[in-house]
């Protein structure tokens, strides 16, 4: 069963400017959830979808916006890039939301923002 | 939030095995211990997840202490491969990944 893929996996965008990324989960798997990892900070939680619907969002200003399509591919966006938006994105995917399960991480969309 | 707290680093010797603690004092009777770990350069990766009693699976098994108080993770035969941070996080079944803190993890080194 191939596991969860992101695209792009490197990027490079200057100030002001907005990316999009990209996630295609696990065949079956119904939940999504994104991830930002600096070294700084750690990983820190940035929303969870089920379902085409936002389940929960972290601690991020709105300029950081997901969605999730019917087939449960989910894709963010980030609007006016800050240089403190350079970071390692991640995003896992699980069966359901709320049940338990563990979650099957992707490699990563590294973006840099000069 | 529950929050658990790791050692920053440990090391091994190859074909060893591993025990890497986890306290986590202010776990609550519905959260569940869950590690993960991350190869560099690679996503976060699911290793188990248990309640109250011992757990195994192919790659590691996980002691959890009779308190739930702190919990052990151990890599039976550490290999170079196992070389990685490995997160202890705790988790409620009926929460979503929002609750969940993601510490800095202890960093394991495998020495040949």
């Known amino acids: 069963k191939a596991g969860v893929t992101q695209t792009p996996r490197y990027l490079i965008k200057t100030r002001g400017q907005q990316v999009t990324l990209s996630c295609s989960p696990i065949?079956?798997?119904?939940?999504v959830s994104w991830y930002q990892q600096t070294p700084g900070q750690g990983l820190q939680f940035l929303f969870e979808y089920f379902s085409e619907t936002q389940r929960n969002k972290g601690n991020f200003p709105g300029r950081f916006s997901g969605r999730q399509f019917s087939n449960s591919r989910s894709e963010m966006n980030v609007s006016t890039l800050e240089l403190g938006d350079s970071a390692l994105y991640l995003c896992?995917?699980?069966?359901?939301?709320?049940?338990?399960?563990?979650?099957?991480f992707g490699p990563g969309t590294r973006l840099t923002v000069t | 939030d529950a929050k658990t707290t790791q050692p920053n680093s440990m090391e091994s010797n190859e074909e060893e095995p591993v025990h890497l603690p986890c306290n986590h004092s202010t776990i609550s009777g519905t959260d569940y211990i869950h590690w993960y770990r991350q190869l560099p350069s690679q996503g976060p990766e699911y290793v188990i997840h248990?309640?109250?009693s011992n757990v195994n699976n192919r790659m590691a098994s996980l002691a959890i202490a009779e308190d739930r108080k702190s919990s052990t993770l151990i890599l039976h035969r550490a290999t170079l491969r196992d070389a990685a941070v490995y997160y202890c996080?705790?988790?409620?079944?009926?929460?979503?990944?929002?609750?969940?803190?993601f510490g800095p993890g202890t960093s394991l080194s495998v020495i040949p």
């Open positions: 996080i705790l988790r409620d079944e009926e929460t979503s990944y929002d609750k969940v803190i």
């Open positions: 896992a995917s699980s069966l359901a939301a709320g049940e338990g399960y563990e979650q099957y």
């Open positions: 065949s079956g798997h119904r939940s």
């Open positions: 248990g309640l109250t």
